[in-house]
């Protein structure tokens, strides 16, 4: 008597409906290479411990469900469900890839807050136009010494003195004014679509 014989005779002590005998998975794993189509969808003997739901439908149908993972491998936190129906009579496995049903299995993100993205793009707007206006101050009006750098923008650290500053009016000013043109365009789309694009 092979494995799938040894299942035919052993369903026949069951009764119709939900199967609660453990022995069946496993015999249902070891005959699973014998049934016809039973290497469908990538499926094989090692995964039907993982089947659930086994009902038997007299005289010789076998129902289960089964969760596959291929999903989940590719990031989703969503696993398929297929149903497998085994004919004994006939020796066959089958499943409709139309007749799935999908299942959480991860967990799902955090909804986006929108208000804290656009609030810090907004106070860095707003403090990138400070520093834009004393930079303007200080490349063309020329209104601040050394001191002043020191106190109210500490460039002095990074342009070393007030001549280097004078010689690289034109590419710092632009430089400054891009950044912030950014900015202001980020946080249109983020008011405009409600949704982080940065």
């Known amino acids: 008597m092979d494995a799938l014989d040894e299942l035919r005779t ?12 453990a022995k069946v998975k496993l015999l249902i794993s070891h005959c699973w290479d014998l049934l016809e189509g039973s290497s469908d969808h990538s499926m094989n003997m090692f995964k039907v411990h993982r089947a659930e739901d086994l009902m038997f439908n007299p005289p010789a149908t076998i129902l289960f469900n089964i969760e596959r993972h291929g999903q989940t491998v590719q990031g989703s936190i969503y696993a398929s469900v297929q149903k497998w129906q085994i004919n004994l009579i006939e020796g066959t496995a089958t499943s409709n890839p139309f007749d799935e049903e999908k299942r959480i299995v991860g967990k799902r993100d955090a909804p986006l807050k929108v208000n804290p ?17 004393f930079l303007f101050n200080i490349l063309f009006q020329k209104r601040y010494n ?3 750098l020191r106190a109210e923008g500490g460039l002095e650290k990074s342009l070393k003195n007030y001549s280097q500053v004078k010689g690289g009016t034109e590419r710092l000013f632009i430089m400054f004014m891009r950044k912030k043109n950014l900015l202001d365009q980020q946080l249109c789309q983020i008011l405009k679509h409600g949704k982080n694009t940065l």
């Open 10 to 21: 052993y369903v026949k002590t069951l009764p119709e409906g939900r199967i609660t005998d």
């Open 117 to 133: 993205i656009a609030e810090k793009v907004v106070n860095d707007i707003v403090n990138l136009n400070k520093k834009s206006e």
């Open 146 to 148: 050394k001191q002043q």
